[in-house]
Each structure stands twice: as C-alpha cells, then as structure tokens.
C-alpha cells in the first residue's frame, strides 16, 4: 500500500465567490439545540457528558495519545456505548456540530478527525462488507452504499484502494483542508484521538426530584427538594418512608407551592411512625404529567431523638391506657378480693385436763 492508498485525502476546490476580499473564515458547523424532555415515563433523556438527538445520545471523546480503532472501541464500551453509527445526513449534520468546538487549528491537521463506528474486515472496496458498530449495515444505505442508485454518499474518498480490514473517520474542516467532515477510509492499525460514541436515550435522571434533604426538628421532620429538571410542572409527589429496624412502612401525597418544594412529617400523621436511634429511608418521586411515578431520590437518615410530640403522646396513651383499664374494672362492677387472713399458729387451750 503505498502513501496515497495510505491517505487517500482529496481536498475538496474551494468554493468560487463573487467578493474581492482575500480573508477566508472557518466554516461554522450547524449549531447543537439540546431540549429539556417533558415530564412523562416515555420521555428519555442522556447521561451526563452526552448530548440527544432523535433517540440516540452522542458524546466526543479524546484520549491523551493516539490510538487504535480497537481501542477507541473499547473507550465507548467502558462508558456504555459504541463508537457512533454514522448513517443518514441528519445524523452527520449533527454529529458536524458536536464535534466541530473539540477542533481547531492548533491541533495536528493528522489528528483533526474522529473515529466512527464504520468498519470492514476484508474485501473492502464493496460497501456490502462495511459494517455499523450498531450492527446495521453500510449496503443499501444511500448515505453510505457509494454503489447504491442515487447515492448521496459523503465519503471524501472511496475505499476502494484500501487491503485489509479498514475502518472510516470524519475529517475536520478548516481552510487549510476544506474536507468538509467527509467520511475517510483508514486502515484498521490508523490512530488517532478522538472518537464519537454513541448510546441510546435510556437515562430518567431528568425524572427525578432534586436536592433532597430531611431535617430533625424538635417535634417533627421536615423534607425539601427541587422540582426535576424535565420541563413541565410537577406539583404532586410521593413519600415513602422505610424503617431499617422497627417495622415502619409508611407513604403519602405531598404537594409543592408556586415558591417551594417542602413538607413537615408530623408523628400522629403517620401513627408515631418515628423512633429514637433508628435509621430510615426516605424516598421522593414525581406523579409524572401521564399519571405515573418517576424514579425516586432517596436519602437514609437516622433520627437521633423521639419528636417532642410524639414523647408527650407516649405519655399521654399510657395514661388513657390506665385510665382505660380502671374504667372498665368499674364498668364490670368488679371489687378486689378481701385481704386473705394472717396465717394459723398454734393454739394452747388454757384448760386443764
């Protein structure tokens, strides 16, 4: 294989202007719009780091030194995902913006490129040999499949001269380029670094109530949050609370106000439910725009004293317990038993025989 095979980079002509400035401009990718998902359990989102589009979340890595296909794989396996299935122009447009901040010109032109998940083991210069790390297949894709009647392929050159197992990047695309993101061909031992990996919207952390905390009060227990990041208006919650060494189980609605998100768990509303020394879960969800529960935020706590109230109402149930006792002695009309006699001794009759 020779340096050309090797490369293979075409430079695209600059495009023919009707200006007469001489000052040339770096191309602006299309911007990345990423949108706060609604308030429902069939609204998914993406994991920190990763940004959405459609239903599938995409995130641009970079490694301190370059490195193989194999091993960028490997770099999105270990997060997750896969490296990205490059497939329709919708995707490339976005994955253009996503990748387009991480390039500039202080880096190595060589390494102004990101591998994707578009690979070949052998025979490569037929597109019914390329594969998508999803799977899915280069064959019949108008986007990919260079052969395929009206084909819109977007590679900057066809590999068509490549032996061996091959696999493909997105260039850069700068003036001193001009390739215009297109996708190359590589063979399979090329190294660069940076990659785009992909994974699918399964995240529900947007669902989830932030912030919690649970607060001892003297005579109660007093839990705040935030509101979830999903947009939409979650005003009704639900409280579980579970107890770790006394049989507690306990739930109940709670509601947020224009300004906050708190609720105060009083004792006698959840028939004294709250011990001395004893460590509990507290766990808030969402009731979510489609009338299902969110995914909870949990916080464990131990509650170091018995709430005043629920002291000064132990005490109070003793009493009513006494006094409930004596009352229905009375009711039965039911007296004590006399005191029993003092014990026999031996008796000497002053008589004589």
């Known amino acids: 294989m020779n340096?050309?095979?090797?490369?293979?980079?075409?430079?695209s002509p600059p495009p023919t202007t009707t200006t007469t400035s001489t000052s040339s401009t770096t191309p602006?990718?299309?911007?990345?719009?990423?949108l706060s998902e609604k308030c429902s359990n069939d609204s998914y989102n993406c994991a920190s780091g990763y940004s959405k589009f459609n239903d599938q979340c995409y995130k641009v890595m970079k490694t301190n030194t370059p490195v193989d296909f194999t091993t960028a794989q490997r770099k999105c396996q270990g997060d997750g995902a896969v490296l990205a299935a490059d497939k329709?122009?919708?995707?490339?447009?976005?994955?253009?913006?996503?990748?387009?901040?991480?390039?500039?010109?202080?880096?190595?032109s060589q390494y102004r490129r990101a591998f994707l998940g578009l690979m070949c083991q052998n025979a490569c210069d037929s597109p019914t040999n390329w594969l998508y790390a999803d799977g899915s297949r280069c064959e019949g894709n108008s986007f990919c499949d260079w052969l395929s009647v009206g084909s819109t392929n977007?590679?900057?050159?066809?590999?068509?001269?490549?032996?061996?197992?091959?696999?493909?990047?997105?260039?850069?695309?700068?003036?001193?380029?001009?390739?215009?993101y297109k996708l190359q061909p590589y063979p399979s031992d090329h190294t660069l670094q940076y990659m785009i990996c992909q994974k699918s919207a399964d995240n529900t952390e947007h669902l989830k109530p932030r912030s919690l905390v649970v607060?001892?009060?003297?005579?109660?227990?007093v839990l705040q949050w935030q509101r979830p990041a999903c947009?939409?208006?979650?005003?009704?919650?639900?409280?579980?609370?579970?107890?770790?060494?006394?049989?507690?189980?306990y739930d109940t609605e709670m509601k947020c106000t224009t300004n906050e998100c708190s609720y105060t768990l009083n004792p006698e509303d959840c028939n004294y439910c709250i011990h001395p020394n004893t460590d509990y879960t507290f766990s808030v969800a969402a009731v979510l725009s489609d009338s299902q529960l969110g995914p909870a935020i949990t916080v464990n706590k131990k509650i170091a004293s018995q709430p005043a109230s629920q002291q000064s109402s132990t005490v109070t149930n003793e009493s009513l317990m006494v006094k409930a006792r004596q009352g229905t002695v009375n009711s039965l009309n039911i007296r004590p038993d006399p005191p029993d006699p003092p014990p026999c001794t031996d008796y000497e009759s002053p008589l004589n025989d």
Do not use: C
Request: aromatic share 6%; no cysteine.
């Open 231 to 249: 947009s939409g208006d979650v005003s009704t919650y639900i409280l579980v609370l579970l107890g770790s060494t006394v049989s507690v189980s």
């Open 3 to 11: 340096a050309n095979q090797t490369s293979g980079l075409q430079s």
């Open 28 to 34: 602006t990718a299309p911007s990345v719009t990423i």
């Open 154 to 180: 977007e590679w900057n050159a066809l590999p068509t001269s490549l032996y061996g197992a091959s696999i493909a990047a997105m260039l850069d695309d700068f003036p001193d380029t001009s390739y215009r």
């Open 88 to 108: 329709t122009p919708q995707v490339h447009n976005f994955l253009k913006g996503l990748l387009q901040p991480h390039l500039s010109e202080t880096v190595d």
């Open 215 to 221: 607060s001892e009060r003297l005579s109660n227990v």
